[in-house]
């Protein structure tokens, strides 16, 4: 098997256990016998390194591919899971919601979740895009996917539930985010020679929900546990890249 061959193999493998992390997370609103607070905790540690990946691994990279152009793509990518957030999402938090007002129409829940599942599509698309690219920088971005895949799986699950969906429905809405993540990985496979736009577009999207969605989040929780985690993000990147990038 080529080196290539391996990489897209271990980005579907990956991508499968980013995929499941979304149905556990989902799994998890209907467990009352285990702290919350460890979800709190990914968050912040998925915030700090993701920015870092962002920051010094896609970004970085996308510019050697691509060249200056590169970072047009990372702005659209931004700008792209804004709009669609800002749009179909705008009331969706990676926290437990409950039935408030902003969560009370019926079709609230759909359009989040077809907000999410694009958000989570790109999830695969920098997963795969990452591998295509390098072994280290595929693993690298999966570890910063999978650090918010349980808090979101949970808390989409969570929204269905407060939208007036059955328990099947607010799991099945945690899995369906979790195809969308793997429809991501395959069609990144499929045309994987347009990784220089693919890797600055999901650069775009990381850098995104680091800062607007996860450090928001992380915001609302004032402890200097969540802030020590938000700094051990980027540091456990350099070390992991110190160790084992080529």
Not at 28 to 37: E, I, K, L
Not at 122 to 138: K, Q, R
Not at 151 to 176: D, K, Q
């Amino acid at each position: 098997m080529s080196a290539e061959s391996t990489r897209i193999v271990l980005a579907t493998s990956l991508g499968l256990v980013a995929a499941g992390s979304n149905l556990l997370g989902g799994y998890f609103v209907f467990r009352r016998d285990w702290p919350h607070q460890f979800l709190r905790y990914f968050l912040a540690l998925g915030a700090g390194y993701m920015l870092g990946v962002a920051l010094l691994d896609i970004i970085p990279e996308s510019l050697r591919l691509s060249g200056p152009n590169a970072l047009l793509y990372v702005v659209c990518g931004y700008f792209l899971v804004h709009f669609f957030e800002h749009t179909l999402a705008p009331h969706f938090h990676f926290g437990e919601e409950t039935h408030g007002e902003a969560v009370r129409r019926a079709h609230a829940g759909t359009t989040a979740l077809i907000g999410l599942a694009i958000h989570t599509f790109f999830d695969g698309v920098a997963i795969a895009s990452g591998f295509l690219v390098s072994t280290w920088l595929g693993a690298a971005i999966f570890i910063a996917i999978f650090l918010h895949k349980l808090p979101e799986g949970f808390a989409v699950a969570s929204l269905m539930l407060a939208t007036g969906r059955s328990r099947r429905g607010a799991l099945l809405a945690s899995s369906l985010l979790g195809v969308a993540t793997l429809a991501g990985v395959f069609v990144t496979d499929a045309l994987r020679a347009q990784v220089g736009y693919a890797l600055p577009l999901s650069g775009g999207v990381t850098l995104y929900v680091a800062a607007s969605d996860l450090i928001p989040e992380v915001n609302r929780e004032l402890s200097w546990r969540m802030a020590v985690l938000v700094f051990a993000g980027p540091v456990i990147l350099l070390i992991l890249k110190r160790l084992f990038a080529a």
